[in-house]
């Protein structure tokens, strides 16, 4: 079963923020972290059969203020409509044979190639 927990954390500078992302993202069963999109001090951590009494514990051992909003089940996203692909009509194009005429290497009364390219 997936959790919303939602946590209203101190984060006074970017060493605490990135404290506190780094040990909320090493629990076991987080899935997700982010910060909220109005509220920058709140924590929104979502997982599957975490426990977030040990996270706060966790989150607490780090020096960081934490105390906890709220706890629910993840609700599940909104699954857009597909609107069916446009396909565009078989075209069939024969393939033609192709004629590839190499020119044949210059060779030297020495019986060697005297052209200064190797390769070729």
């Known amino acids: 079963m997936k959790q919303k927990l939602v946590l209203k ?3 006074y ?3 605490s ?8 993202v090493s629990a076991e069963g987080v899935l997700s ?13 979502i997982g599957e059969d975490m426990n977030a ?3 706060v514990t966790s989150l607490r051992k780090k ?21 069916p692909v ?11 044979p192709q004629h590839i005429v190499y020119p044949l290497p210059a060779v030297s009364n020495y019986g060697y190639n005297s052209d200064p390219c190797s390769i070729m």
């Open 9 to 11: 954390v101190d984060m």
């Open 13 to 15: 500078d970017e060493k």
């Open 17 to 24: 923020r990135s404290k506190a992302l780094k040990t909320a």
């Open 33 to 45: 972290v982010a910060l909220d999109e109005k509220d920058k001090g709140k924590l929104v951590v």
């Open 53 to 55: 009494y040990e996270l």
């Open 63 to 83: 020096n960081i203020r934490v105390e906890m909003e709220s706890l629910e089940e993840a609700k599940s996203e909104k699954k857009e409509e597909k609107k």
């Open 86 to 96: 446009e396909q565009w009509p078989y075209v069939y194009h024969p393939n033609l």
